[in-house]
């Protein structure tokens, strides 16, 4: 059956070119495109007599049944789905319905391949996006929808969530796909965050050593090894969240280290973020929560801590008791310090989820 829709375009771009009435009829002979629209609708007998002899027909000027013309079949695929008809007295009619038939043909392949194509991209997407959402256990129909579309949603596979900063002029789209193999997935998520789906098969570390080399500039969220995609992408977004956070200094934001950052944060234990909390509304001028946070991440290390906050050294103890006094956690402690560390993050993946 010929497409309507299709044919319809093709005739309307023809007739631009070429300003003769052009028919396309389907396989019964009955006009369904016409560049004079009334005419839709009724039987055309040189178009059936070109399907019926399955050749070129032509009516001359003196045809008492039919008006001068010539008409050719259609043919896609090796079968006939149709007809066109060109009306006219010209000698040249019989020539131009050859041509005009050919063209038509070419077209409506092209157009017919790039209309499944684009619908195979679309029933593509819709796949992803529900592989990439889908929080249950895969279903066989769901697996063998995806090996259809060329998916292989089965086996360990390795996600990165890749975060382009303001400034990343360089970590194009096309850099990337470029290193993924054929079973590999490039999954655009924004216009700066893409993730990847990587098979972990053989030559996986050295393509996974490629592609951070080529993100170096990105933050990359990364899980490894989980065979359920919703599962590697939500341990792959929170791992990318908090370590932007907790390691500002870092690119590369594994799962397998932010686990128990990401089990901290995501904590119902109540009152475990109070600590850090209290810092951060009652030492807001003295910027404790900052000088806590340094002391921390700096290991106690005086000098570092003075350089990172850009404060004299005198100032460190007298912090440190306030630090004490708020919240009740010596920093000098490693059970408090390490208290505190916890309720930091519990504090900052309370504040993500509002």
């Given at each position: ?10 005739v309307e ?11 396309i ?16 609708g ?6 059936i007599?070109a ?6 027909a032509?009516?001359?000027p003196?045809s ?20 066109v ?22 077209l409506y ?7 499944k ?8 997407d819709?796949?992803?996006f ?18 259809l ?6 086996g360990?596979?390795?996600v990165?969530?890749m975060?382009?900063g303001?400034d ?19 999954l655009?998520?924004?216009q700066?965050q893409?993730l ?10 050295k ?12 933050h990359?969220g ?13 341990a792959?977004?929170k ?16 799962f397998?280290?932010m686990?128990?950052?990401?089990a901290?944060?995501?904590?119902t234990f109540?009152?475990l973020?109070?600590?850090?909390a ?25 000098k570092e801590i003075?350089?990172?906050l ?12 306030r630090i004490?006094?708020?919240?009740g956690?010596?920093l ?5 310090m390490?208290?505190l ?14």
């Open positions: 059956m010929i497409d309507h829709k299709i044919i319809y375009q093709i771009k023809l007739h631009e070119s070429f300003p003769i009435p052009i028919t009829c389907d396989v019964s002979g009955r006009i369904i495109v016409s560049t004079r629209p009334s005419h839709i009724e039987m055309n007998l040189l178009a007599e399907l019926n002899v399955n050749a070129k032509t009516a001359s003196g008492r049944s039919q008006e001068a013309g010539a008409a050719m079949p259609l043919i896609f695929q090796g079968s006939r789905v149709g007809a008809v060109i009306e006219g007295s010209g000698a040249s009619n019989a020539h131009t319905i050859e041509l005009l038939g050919k063209t038509i043909e070419l392949e092209e157009m017919v391949l790039s209309q194509m684009k619908n195979r991209s679309q029933e593509r819709q796949f992803l529900e592989w990439l959402h889908q929080q249950s256990g895969y279903t066989e129909n769901f697996i063998k929808r995806g090996e579309l060329g998916i292989d949603i089965t360990s596979q390795t990165i969530l975060e382009r303001a990343d002029l360089f970590t194009a789209t096309s850099i990337l796909q470029n290193l993924l193999d054929d079973h590999d997935i490039l655009p998520l924004s700066n893409h990847l789906i990587l098979k972990e098969e053989e030559h996986y570390e393509k996974y050593r490629r592609i951070l080399s080529a993100g170096s500039a990105c990359s990364i899980c490894s090894g989980e065979p359920h995609l919703n599962t590697a992408y939500q792959a977004r791992s990318l969240e908090l370590g932007k956070l907790l390691f500002p200094q870092e690119h590369v934001h594994l397998e280290k686990k128990l950052a990401v901290l944060s995501e904590t109540p009152g973020e109070d600590a850090f209290s810092l951060a509304e009652k030492g807001q001028n003295a910027h404790l929560a900052e000088t806590a946070l340094a002391y921390i991440r700096q290991n106690g290390d005086i003075c350089d990172c850009h404060i004299h050294r005198n100032s460190i103890p007298y912090r440190l008791r004490q006094e708020i919240c956690k010596n000098m402690d490693y059970y408090d390490m208290h560390y916890a309720s930091y993050i519990c504090y900052i993946g309370k504040k993500q989820d509002k």
